[in-house]
């Protein structure tokens, strides 16, 4: 058993003839028999959220009794530098709120790499709510593109304090409130995920009726 400090954050593990489970940093790997002599290896992989000395321990145990217990446990030390981790934070607008059935939603979504790592391969990935019809997509850096209402932006590159903005706009063909949820992913692991994506909701309203002319002479 391992039981993770708080300044790693698990990637996976590669049990080798382990079975092994996570449950919120605590990882067991379990062997179901180890024959004398022998010898089995698992490898736990995390990443360094906090700088700093960090200590790890890991320990394991038997259905037998084990005639020598102090050397079934061992730990280790590394020292951390600062963290160069991307730290992804997404908002999202709406420009008109309520409109008019038939109207444009514009929506215009800012990614701000609030980390101090670079984040590569940055993407925004936005599904169109239903109902609405899609007119344009762009950004400030990278292109966008559209598939069966599923709005990409593939943004590339964004340093540490960097940012980008995509705007998407879509007609209203029904009445009612929209909803619609944006999220940005990058290719390295983010400090912090829980900001990665924002909801917008928007009221549609029935069109306003002319009045009638009236025809008498």
Do not use: H, R, W
């Amino acid at each position: 058993m391992d039981d993770l400090p708080d300044e790693l954050s698990l990637v996976n593990t590669a049990p080798g003839p382990f079975e092994c489970d996570d449950d919120e940093g605590v990882v067991s790997c379990v062997l179901l028999s180890l024959s004398a002599g022998q010898s089995a290896t698992t490898t736990i992989t995390a990443i360094v959220t906090q700088e700093g000395t960090i200590s790890n321990a890991a320990s394991v145990s038997g259905d037998q009794t084990d005639p020598d217990i102090s050397n079934n446990s061992a730990a280790a030390q590394i020292e951390a530098s600062e963290v160069q981790l991307p730290d992804l934070v997404l908002t999202k607008t709406d420009i008109q709120d309520p409109i008019t059935l038939g109207g444009e939603i514009t929506y215009v979504i800012s990614i701000a790499n609030q980390g101090l790592g670079e984040a590569t391969g940055v993407t925004l990935t936005d599904s169109l709510p239903s109902e609405t019809n899609f007119v344009s997509a762009s950004a400030t850096q990278g292109t966008c593109s559209d598939a069966g209402g599923v709005v990409t932006c593939q943004l590339g590159l964004l340093n540490a304090g960097q940012s980008a903005t995509s705007t998407i706009v879509v007609i209203a063909v029904a009445t009612g409130v929209k909803s619609n949820t944006a999220t940005a992913t990058s290719n390295e692991t983010d400090l912090n995920d829980t900001d990665n994506s924002d909801s917008e909701d928007t009221a549609v309203n029935p069109a306003q009726q002319q009045p009638q002319q009236d025809d008498d002479s």
